[in-house]
C-alpha cells in the first residue's frame, strides 16, 4: 500500500491538479481513526511499523526545501495538499504547521491553494476548526449519512458521530468542499446508490451547502477486495438532484 515521505511529489490530482503533498504521519506506517475499506495506505494494522509523527519544525524545512527546488525548476504548483498516510488533523502540531504552510506558501509559491483531505472527525476542536478556516481547500468527507452505514465503509475509532461531524461542519456556514468516495460492495453490504445511503447523504449536503461537492469513486488499489467503482455517468445520474438545485458538483471517475 502507498507510504508517503512527510514532503511528496508533485503529483497529478484528479480533483486538485498539479498537488504538492504533505504527510503529517509517519513515513513508513499509518495512523488514522478511521480505516477505510478502499484507503490506498491499506489497513491500519498494516502500518504499525512506524509510529514517528513529524514535527512542524521538520514539515517546514522539508516543505521550503521542496518549494525552493520547484520554483528553480519552473513547475507550477496548483495546490499543497495535506493528505499522506491518515488524518493529517491527528498530529498535534497541526494548527502551527498550517500557519507555516501559509506563510511558505505566500513566499515561494503564491499562486498555490493550500488543500486539507480530513474525515472531518476532528473539526468539532476549536483549534483544528481555526486552522481548516484558514486554508484555501478544507476539504471535509462524508460518504454516508448514518452511524451504522460509517461503520461499513469507514470503519471510524470508538466515538465517531456522524451527527456530531455535521453540527461541527455548520461552523464553516458553507466555505468548504464537501468528499465523498462511491462504491459498491457485497462483501460489507455497501452501495452507495442505495437510497438508504444516497437519499441521507444529499440531505446532508442540503443542510451544510457547501461550497462545492467533490464526488468520485475508488481509482487505487485497495485493501479490502472485490470493490466496484461506479461510473462518471452513473455518479452524474445518482447526484443529479443535486445538480438541479444549484449545487456546484466535480464529479471524478
Known sequence: ???EETVF???FSR???TSLGINLLPEKGKICNFDCIYCECGWNKDGRDDTVIPTAAKVSADLKNMLVRLQKQGTKVDSITFSGDGEPTINPAFPQIIDDTLRLRDELAPTAKVSVLSNATRVHLPEVFQALSKVDNPIM???APTNALIEKINKPAPGYDIARVVEALEQFQGNFVLQTCMLRSKEYDFDSSRPEVLDGWMDIVRRLRPR???VYTIDRPTPAQGLEKFTVEEMTALVQPLIDE???LQIKG
Open 1 to 3: 500500500m502507498l507510504r
Open 9 to 11: 511529489g508533485p503529483i
Open 15 to 17: 480533483r486538485l491538479g
Open 141 to 143: 468527507k462524508i460518504d
Open 212 to 214: 462545492e461537492i467533490m
Open 246 to 248: 444549484g449545487f456546484r
